[in-house]
């Protein structure tokens, strides 16, 4: 074996060590049940379609004040859904950085 496939090699099985913890101590982690994944889906859902409904809202109170050829509606509806999928992409990100944080911290 040459020292560059052992260096790997060691990289790998400290990786897969630090995983096996994390799974270990998530186990024994008494604050972290299902609620708490079930809470987290339901923020999600909620981050997302809220911008979503007031994004097709304004579009339809454009189409009825301002009428064009271009439908108000579902440019509001894209528009809602491109902001809310970037709001809980952003949210879903920090969560995860800050469990990282945790988890190197102890």
């Known amino acids: 074996m040459q020292p ?3 260096k790997k090699a060691k ?3 400290k990786k897969v060590g630090e995983k096996a913890q994390r799974k270990l101590k998530a186990l024994h982690n008494d604050k972290r049940d299902v609620w708490f ?3 987290m889906m339901g923020i999600v859902g909620w981050t997302i379609v809220v911008p979503t409904l ?3 809202a304004l579009g339809v109170w454009l189409d ?3 009428p064009q050829s271009n439908s108000w509606t579902l440019t509001g509806l894209v528009l809602g859904l491109f902001a ?3 709001i809980a992409w952003r949210w879903v990100n ?3 950085k800050e469990i990282n944080r945790n988890d190197d911290d102890e």
């Open 11 to 13: 990289q790998f099985s």
């Open 64 to 66: 009825k004040n301002y």
């Open 37 to 39: 994944g079930l809470d």
């Open 54 to 56: 007031l994004g097709a």
């Open 84 to 86: 809310g999928c970037l």
């Open 94 to 96: 920090k969560e995860h």
């Open 4 to 6: 560059a496939d052992n």
